[in-house]
């Protein structure tokens, strides 16, 4: 079989080489995502820390979890539980864990969500944010979500996405100014060339519920936000 082809500009990377750009841009990852959303990165993770539909004692695991942004919204939800946060950069766990200090009932730890270390309906809920899109095989990884979770429990996606309107404004900013972004201040241009090709390999909303669906979840439902340039979706794993 011969090696995947990793080529930023097209949206297709390597496992390792994904890793590896993650690894790089690390630093300056949260700083970035700030920029690139005017600051409304924040309360989607929040919208998609409520679709979790946790409580006090439940516990949630958080899938590349990057720096760690929506397992801290989980564990603020989840006061005497547990949330556990994996990433398979090693740097942006370092990241993780330096911005939690010793607050409790978080942790951090190296993983990967095509493979996760945890026995079967293990937590309440799975989550991911602004990363699912980076797995090699997207259904092994909702598969994967799924299988943690307990019957009933949900698994929640939340996602850049094409727009079906703002497509010149996307275009603007995803295209052109972001990449540029990412060579001044994240010091990685390639990094951001492959964020908006990478983009438009991902499924479309309607597609990626259907996939949720096929990974075993029930009562599959998706929002969007931004005009259509985030989805947020979630379902909950079948009995």
Known sequence: ???????????????????????????????????????????????AAAAADLAAGDRALDCCTGTGDLAFDLADR????????????????????????????LRFEVGDVMNLDHPDDAFDAATVAFGIRNVVDLDGGLHEMARVVRPGGRVVVLEITVPAHLQRFYGVWFDRLVPRLGALLGRDADAYRYLPASVRRFPAPPELAARLAGAGLGDVRWRTFAGGIVALHHGRVRP
């Not at 011969?2 to 930023?8: E, N, Q």
């Not at 496992?15 to 924040?42: E, K, Q, S």
């Not at 539980?81 to 200090?101: H, L, N, Q, T």
């Open 78 to 105: 989840t006061p005497g539980g547990e949330v556990v946060g994996i990433d398979f950069s090693e740097r942006m766990i370092a990241r993780a864990d330096e911005k939690a200090g010793d607050r409790p009932g």
């Open 1 to 47: 079989m011969s090696a995947p082809v990793s080529d930023a500009a097209s949206g297709r990377l390597a496992p390792a080489d994904v890793r590896a750009m993650f690894d790089r841009i690390a630093p300056r990852y949260d700083l970035m995502n700030r920029l690139m959303t005017a600051g409304r990165d924040r309360a989607w993770r929040r919208a």
